[in-house]
């Protein structure tokens, strides 16, 4: 079926930006809905932002200042974060919304911010 991969994940100061890329399987219909999810130290994982046909979603602390995208013919979807705070650090996965056809977690990746 295709592995998830994240990559793009860095060491960023305050205030700085990274964007961040999700190898999506072409076993993942362009109809379904994906997000960003991330896990911090202690914490359970959370959704951050989704995205599905026409519309997209984003967590309160992070509204205005992520994107999420989709480019179907790169099989790729990505996160822009902006204006980003130390309280963004943790490790970022990308996956399927529905649980019912959720696949394996990718390995995710790192983002570190700095104060």
């Known amino acids: 079926q295709g592995q998830l991969v994240e990559s793009g994940g860095s060491l960023v100061q305050s205030g700085g930006s990274l964007r961040l890329s999700c190898a999506v399987p072409?076993?993942?219909?362009?109809?379904?809905?994906m997000g960003w999810y991330r896990q911090s130290p202690g914490k359970e994982r959370e959704l951050v932002a989704q995205?599905?046909?026409?519309?997209?979603w984003y967590e309160a602390s992070v509204k205005g200042r992520f994107t999420i995208s989709r480019d179907n013919a790169k099989n790729t979807m990505y996160l822009q974060m902006n204006d980003l705070k130390p309280e963004d650090t943790a490790v970022y996965y990308c996956?399927?919304?529905?649980?019912?056809?959720?696949?394996?977690w990718g390995q995710g990746t790192q983002v570190t911010v700095s104060s």
């Open positions: 996956n399927v919304i529905d649980q019912r056809i959720r696949r394996a």
């Open positions: 072409r076993s993942i219909s362009r109809f379904t809905a």
């Open positions: 995205t599905s046909v026409g519309d997209t």
